[in-house]
T-cell receptor, first 113, second 112 residues
Framework: EAGVTQSPTHLIKTRGQQATLRCSPISGHTSVYWYQQALGLGLQFLLWYDEGEERNRGNFPPRFSGRQFPNYSSELNVNALELEDSALYLC????????????FGSGTQLSVL | KQEVTQIPAALSVPEGENLVLNCSFTDSAIYNLQWFRQDPGKGLTSLLLIQSSQREQTSGRLNASLDKSSGRSTLYIAASQPGDSATYLCAVVNTNAGKSTFGDGTTLTVKP
């Protein structure tokens, strides 16, 4: 069974550009979570999608947005990139409720120059 | 606001030693607590999930306990091996938050 897959593995952008990160959950999982892990900082919760709806959002500015598609895959968009957006972005999926085990992908390393 | 603390931040032990990693949280109204392992630059691998009604979970050489009333969890690793070297994170899911809150992790080094 395939795990959570994220693409691209690495992404290099310049300040002010937009970045799009993609995540495919484990088959049968309806919830997708996005986390940011900046160097030297812990995992910070970004967004939670379930059944195509945004269920919760972390303390990030509106230029961080996303969506979940009918096949439960998800996309994270970061507009007007800033240097401090450089981080490992991790996607996780679960079977649909927050009580379930989280499974993480390998992440997208975003570098903003 | 839930706060999760992991002590120690780093730990170095010789191979074969048994060890305990600690996780504490401030809000005991949780659904569950999950322990993860993260290798450098990689994603997280789930190790154990303890539901709020459970006291412990075991998988191989790993045993995790949960004391919700005191806001504490421990991860016990028996007979440590160099391959256990990684950062270990705990995460709690609150009943009213709809998200997991992570600790900063304990970086474990097991020396051959």
């Amino acid at each position: 069974e395939a795990g959570v897959t994220q693409s691209p593995t690495h992404l290099i952008k310049t300040r002010g550009q937009q970045a799009t990160l993609r995540c495919s959950p484990i088959s049968g999982h309806t919830s997708v979570y996005w986390y940011q892990q900046a160097l030297g900082l812990g995992l910070q919760f970004l967004l939670w999608y379930d059944e195509g709806e945004e269920r919760n959002r972390g303390n990030f500015p509106p230029r961080f947005s996303g969506r979940q598609f009918p096949n439960y895959s998800s996309e994270l968009n970061v507009n007007a990139l800033e240097l401090e957006d450089s981080a490992l972005y991790l996607c996780a999926s679960s079977e649909g409720t927050i009580r379930e085990k989280l499974f993480f992908g390998s992440g997208t390393q975003l570098s903003v120059l | 606001k839930q706060e999760v603390t992991q002590i120690p931040a780093a730990l170095s032990v010789p191979e074969g030693e048994n060890l305990v990693l600690n996780c504490s949280f401030t809000d005991s109204a949780i659904y569950n607590l999950q322990w993860f392992r993260q290798d450098p630059g990689k994603g997280l691998t789930s190790l154990l999930l303890i539901q709020s009604s459970q006291r412990e979970q075991t998988s191989g050489r790993l045993n995790a306990s949960l004391d919700k009333s005191s806001g504490r969890s421990t991860l016990y690793i028996a007979a440590s091996q160099p391959g256990d070297s990684a950062t270990y994170l705990c995460a709690v899911v609150n009943t009213n938050a709809g998200k997991s809150t992570f600790g900063d992790g304990t970086t474990l080094t097991v020396k051959p």
